[in-house]
């Protein structure tokens, strides 16, 4: 509820009010002289519009000074009103109430004058012809009264608002291309895991895939259990909802925890029990390459705050491909290097200030590393930014909702500028909005 005040409850107070009383004081002089003359119309036998009513016959002498009479109130009123105006009203001082209808023949408006009924059928008086196009804001020149105005003001979520918005769809792009993270949607379903292997996983689509796969090409590792080696293959997400995939690859060694990425026709894992990182092609269902994270924790050294092996997580962006981890020598606080997708060789280094344990995952969205603050918490917010472009740091508090209560997974889409989520045993996505360069 908001408050609204004037500068005054009386009108005299007001700033602008001299302007206004002035025209009043004239109108109310004109009101009581058409008053006077009707009421002698009526009272010598009713030339007036009533007077007609009643059978009587306007006296052209008489009629002369009150069409000069309306010839200077409709003068006056443009003066004051300007030349918008389309409806007065007349009442006061018990003449009749008049209505002004526009009939239009080339460059003119002629306005026709009709009496408004009271108590009977309305009766026409003689058309007022008015020189140029006229027409105007409506003004009642009724006395004004404070008023205190309210407006109720209801919430709904912004994903709500933005629902039909190019920023909202799938397969949308920010027309500035990068930008920083201002915003995150409500969560949108794609599929549920039916067995206990699904309690926590990994799917994704290819932001730049490489035939016979495509963007619609969508992918899945149910990640529970000690040899994970099923990658499922989708032909599209509808199909990952119905539960049917198209294949399912058969990796060469398990991989461990849900820190895969699909980029570029390869499955890049990090192999169980070990700080490499592995490159597994989809087309020739062979491992490519393979290449040691020097320092990184594993297998529970330096984990999200959830738990399950989280120690390497690999990540794709706009520029390429990432790899989140820790190392003893960063003391557990987050390490970020860019990796070659053909070799693995990693081409730099960033170690940042925020501590790998203690946020719940992170992703990288233009070369900015995210982290959501919690995994289980309904209303979580995604609470740090690390840009790499300057090397700083900074904290957010940006909504991000845990619908289902257990973030095992979080990764970032470019081509969609979605992000990829699994959700205890759901596979969600998120449109986000991002700030224009």
Same mark, same amino acid.
């Given at each position: 509820? =908001?408050?609204?005040?004037?500068?005054?409850?009386?009108?005299?107070?007001?700033?602008? *009010?001299?302007?206004?009383?002035?025209?009043?004081?004239?109108? *109310?002089?004109?009101?009581?002289?058409?008053?006077?003359?009707?009421?002698?119309?009526?009272?010598?036998?009713?030339?007036?519009?009533?007077?007609?009513?009643?059978?009587?016959?306007?006296?052209?002498?008489?009629?002369?000074?009150?069409?000069?009479?309306?010839?200077?109130?409709?003068?006056?009123?443009?003066?004051?009103?300007?030349?918008?105006?389309?409806?007065?009203?007349?009442?006061?001082?018990?003449?009749?109430?008049?209505?002004? +209808?526009?009939?239009?023949?080339?460059?003119?408006?002629?306005?026709?004058?009709?009496?408004?009924?009271?108590?009977?059928? *309305?009766?026409?008086?003689?058309?007022?012809?008015?020189?140029?196009?006229?027409?105007?804001?409506?003004? @009642?020149?009724?006395?004004?009264?404070?008023?205190?105005?309210?407006?109720? !003001?209801?919430?709904?979520?912004?994903?709500?608002?933005?629902?039909?918005?190019?920023?909202?769809?799938?397969?949308?792009?920010?027309?500035?291309?990068?930008?920083?993270?201002?915003?995150?949607?409500?969560?949108?379903?794609?599929? !549920?895991?039916?067995?206990?292997?699904? +309690?926590?996983?990994?799917?994704?689509?290819?932001?730049?895939?490489?035939?016979?796969?495509?963007?619609?090409?969508?992918?899945?590792?149910?990640?529970?259990? /000690?040899?994970?080696?099923?990658?499922?293959? =989708?032909?599209?997400?509808?199909?990952?909802?119905?539960?049917?995939?198209?294949?399912?690859?058969?990796?060469?060694?398990?991989?461990?925890?849900?820190?895969?990425?699909?980029?570029?026709?390869?499955?890049?894992?990090?192999?169980?029990?070990?700080?490499?990182?592995?490159?597994?092609?989809?087309?020739?269902?062979?491992?490519? #390459?393979?290449?040691?994270?020097?320092?990184?924790? =594993?297998?529970?050294? =330096?984990? %999200?705050?959830?738990?399950? %092996?989280? @120690?390497?997580?690999?990540?794709?962006?706009?520029?390429?491909?990432?790899?989140?981890?820790?190392?003893?020598?960063?003391?557990?606080?987050?390490?970020?290097?860019?990796? @070659?997708? @053909?070799?693995?060789?990693?081409?730099?280094?960033?170690?940042?200030?925020?501590?790998?344990?203690?946020?719940?995952?992170?992703?990288?969205?233009?070369?900015?590393? %995210?982290?959501?603050?919690?995994?289980?918490?309904?209303?979580?917010?995604?609470?740090? *930014?690390?840009?790499? #472009?300057?090397?700083?740091?900074?904290?957010?508090?940006?909504?991000?909702?845990?619908?289902?209560?257990?973030?095992?997974?979080?990764?970032?889409?470019?081509?969609?500028?979605?992000?990829?989520?699994?959700?205890?045993?759901?596979?969600? /996505?998120?449109?986000?909005?991002?700030?224009?360069?």
């Amino acid at each position: 509820t =908001y408050p609204f005040t004037v500068a005054s409850p009386v009108e005299a107070g007001c700033p602008d *009010a001299g302007g206004v009383a002035e025209l009043r004081a004239e109108l *109310a002089a004109l009101a009581a002289r058409l008053s006077r003359l009707e009421s002698r119309e009526r009272g010598t036998g009713g030339s007036g519009p009533r007077g007609a009513e009643a059978g009587g016959m306007r006296d052209p002498q008489q009629a002369a000074p009150a069409g000069r009479l309306e010839a200077a109130y409709g003068e006056l009123l443009r003066a004051k009103l300007g030349t918008q105006w389309t409806r007065l009203i007349w009442g006061d001082e018990g003449f009749p109430l008049r209505s002004i +209808k526009p009939h239009i023949w080339g460059q003119q408006h002629q306005w026709l004058w009709s009496e408004v009924p009271t108590s009977g059928s *309305a009766g026409l008086v003689p058309t007022h012809a008015v020189p140029g196009p006229i027409a105007a804001p409506r003004w @009642d020149p009724q006395p004004l009264a404070y008023q205190e105005l309210q407006s109720e !003001r209801t919430e709904v979520p912004a994903s709500r608002l933005l629902e039909e918005t190019a920023l909202s769809r799938p397969g949308s792009k920010n027309s500035a291309g990068c930008g920083e993270l201002v915003w995150v949607g409500e969560p949108v379903v794609f599929g !549920r895991a039916d067995s206990i292997a699904g +309690k926590y996983g990994v799917w994704m689509k290819d932001p730049e895939p490489v035939p016979p796969f495509t963007r619609e090409t969508t992918w899945r590792v149910d990640a529970v259990g /000690t040899e994970v080696r099923q990658l499922f293959q =989708y032909e599209a997400a509808e199909q990952l909802a119905r539960g049917y995939p198209a294949k399912v690859h058969i990796l060469p060694q398990p991989l461990e925890s849900t820190g895969a990425v699909i980029y570029r026709g390869g499955l890049f894992f990090q192999p169980r029990r070990s700080r490499t990182v592995a490159r597994y092609d989809l087309r020739g269902e062979t491992v490519t #390459a393979e290449r040691e994270i020097p320092g990184a924790g =594993y297998h529970g050294q =330096y984990p %999200y705050s959830w738990g399950g %092996y989280t @120690d390497i997580d690999l990540a794709v962006d706009e520029s390429g491909l990432w790899v989140i981890y820790s190392t003893e020598k960063a003391r557990g606080a987050i390490v970020l290097s860019k990796l @070659d997708p @053909d070799t693995l060789e990693i081409q730099r280094t960033w170690e940042t200030n925020i501590r790998k344990r203690g946020v719940a995952n992170s992703f990288v969205i233009c070369g900015t590393l %995210y982290t959501v603050s919690s995994y289980s918490a309904p209303n979580a917010t995604i609470n740090f *930014a690390y840009d790499t #472009a300057t090397g700083t740091s900074r904290a957010l508090s940006i909504p991000f909702e845990n619908r289902f209560r257990y973030l095992s997974m979080v990764d970032y889409n470019p081509a969609e500028q979605q992000l990829f989520a699994w959700d205890s045993f759901n596979m969600v /996505t998120y449109p986000v909005r991002l700030s224009q360069a």
